[in-house]
């Protein structure tokens, strides 16, 4: 097929109207960017509230230099992914509405004016259905979808910027670790010199400041054969807090353990949706302090996050102590894994009503 748009950017009427997939080895994709056709833009004043929005081509997007955004890090962003549905009839998107308050409650720290739950959601489906060639076909991946909400006016003391701008963009995805390991456990190191966030900060809201400042970990942890950093309490130095873009979850007998989101954590919506679902599969779940000592002991630790989805961990590294875990078919991690992802492709009952079509 084609690696021209099906729509013409002017009329955004399909140019075809299958719901063939674009021109992709689906096998190989990964967590990368894959330029796709169009997205969505909404612009809005400081003072004012988000009324319409656009579907643009893809492409680079132009900046004032003194932008809230680019020079005092004004800005949100959030993770949803859109699967493609067996019946080759739509899509599903997965909770689209937790995303869009979250989006509400971070925008609100960063003094940002933010979309409306419905005027998100519509730009979901937006972005969607002008994409739909770059969904995955079932079980290939997803489309993730990346809304942005950023300071894009221009302010040189600090303050609020003038304007905001809304903007979404998607990527066909695969597995987030994939490109290093397979379907491999992932090893963590814990770090205890650089924190993630601290009481008071930002690290219970999706900003953008959240994520730069541990890149020296994450770097410096995968030259050292890790696949990622577990975080710690800036405070004890010793309660676990979460890794550079997921949750962390562990597992002792029939308890399943993960911190309580005090405001240095993400509340994360595959955390909250793993939760739910342990309870209903039997589990006990508390949201409690977990310490590393817990952690130490526990027999399976997992991750959850948008991205990674549920990501066994193998091994976790302390201190130059390497503790290793449960992995593999018949465990914990895998049989939630299965029960969330069923729920997320249309292929279990979706009892709780977390999917929406397109
Ligand atoms: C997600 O899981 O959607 C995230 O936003 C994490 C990101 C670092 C990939």
Redesign the pocket.
């Known amino acids: 097929s084609s690696s021209l748009s099906p729509y013409s950017a002017s009329s955004l009427q399909p140019l075809w109207s299958d719901d063939e997939c674009a021109d992709v080895n689906w096998d190989k994709i990964g ?1 990368s960017i894959v330029p796709t056709d169009y997205m969505y833009v909404m612009k809005c004043s400081r003072d004012d509230k988000f009324s319409s929005g656009r579907l643009n081509p893809y492409g680079n997007i132009e900046l004032n230099p003194a932008s809230g955004v680019l020079n005092y890090g004004q800005g949100v ?4 992914k859109a699967y493609r549905k067996r019946d080759g009839c739509g899509f599903l998107l997965f909770r689209p509405v937790e995303n869009a308050i979250r989006m509400q409650m971070g925008a609100d720290r960063m003094c940002m004016p933010s979309p409306s739950a419905d005027q998100f959601i519509d730009a979901m489906k937006e972005t969607v259905l002008a994409n739909r060639r770059w969904v995955p076909p079932q079980g290939k991946g997803s489309l ?1 979808i990346r809304p942005l909400l950023i300071g894009s006016g221009a302010v040189l003391g600090l303050a609020p910027a003038p304007e905001y701008t809304f903007l979404v963009y998607a990527s066909p995805v695969g597995n ?1 670790f994939k490109a290093r390991e397979g379907f491999a456990p992932i090893n963590l190191l814990i770090e205890d010199a650089i924190h993630r966030a601290t009481p008071g900060g930002t690290g219970c809201v ?1 900003t953008i400041t959240n ?1 730069a400042p541990v890149l020296k970990a994450q770097l410096l942890a995968k030259s050292n054969g890790f696949t990622d950093v577990l975080y710690i309490d800036p405070v004890n130095k010793k309660y676990l807090e979460e890794a ?3 949750n962390i979850f562990i597992v002792k007998g029939k308890a399943i353990s993960t911190p309580i989101t005090r405001g240095t954590i993400l509340p994360g919506i ?1 955390r909250g949706s793993i939760i739910a679902i342990a309870r209903d599969s039997g589990y006990l779940v508390e949201e409690r302090l977990v310490t590393i000592d817990d952690l130490i002991e526990a027999d399976e630790v997992f991750c959850t ?4 989805v549920v990501s066994p961990v193998g091994s976790v590294t302390y201190h130059g102590k390497r503790f290793e875990y449960k992995t593999g078919a018949d465990t914990v991690s895998q049989r939630l894994y299965k029960s969330l992802t069923d729920i997320q492709m249309g292929l279990a009952e979706d009892t709780k009503g977390w999917t929406v079509e397109v």
Not at 77 to 80: A, M, N, T, V, Y
């Open positions: 967590f962003f959030e993770g949803l993730y987030y999706k994520y550079s873009a997921c595959t996050g948008t991205a990674v």
